[in-house]
């Protein structure tokens, strides 16, 4: 994709993106959701991305890890809508 985001196949996401840490800039992960949300997750390491990468259900990945388990700081990009 034109915004370097990679389609996935998920009902809930649609594309997910990875900047790994560059000794200034902490690692961000990128998810635009199929609404057209773009959220940010900071500090995301490259194994998370792949395990995401990986799962049968990315959507439910992202959540439960995300909330349950690492609790990255995470940022909403995209305006709300309404």
Do not use: H, W
Not at 17 to 35: C, I, M, N
Not at 50 to 67: H, I, M, N, Y
């Amino acid at each position: 994709m034109a915004d370097g985001l990679v389609k996935v196949e998920s009902s809930n996401i649609e594309a997910v993106g990875f900047r790994p840490e560059d000794g200034v800039v902490a690692s961000v992960l990128t998810v635009r959701f199929k609404g057209g949300a773009v959220y940010e997750y900071v500090g995301v390491s490259e194994a998370f991305y792949a395990d995401l990468l990986r799962a049968e259900s990315k959507g439910r990945f992202l959540q439960t890890v995300t909330r349950n388990r690492y609790r990255y700081p995470c940022r909403r990009v995209t305006p709300k809508v309404g």
